[in-house]
């Protein structure tokens, strides 16, 4: 059985600040796509909503390849421990 731990918050909260300007990009687009939608309702609600599934789509993919990276990780540790 493994046992799982949590990031300390300290260390989520400085890994957050490292990459701010992201975190801020990011932010600023939202605010203006929720903008548009607010002033032309029509195709840009369509718009936004594609975009959101490529985000999603997109960052599923991040996601599945940091769980084989992490795992490949621990296996390349263990493979130079034993050697």
Known sequence: M???TWP??????????????WMMAFGIISL???VAVLVWPGR???VVAVLFG???VVTGIFRFVAAFASDFAKNV???RCAN
């Open 44 to 46: 840009t609600l369509i």
């Open 8 to 21: 300390d918050g300290a260390d989520v909260l400085a890994r957050v600040g490292r990459h701010w300007g």
């Open 77 to 79: 540790d263990k493979y």
């Open 32 to 34: 203006l796509a929720g």
């Open 2 to 4: 493994t046992h799982v």
């Open 54 to 56: 490529i985000q999603l």
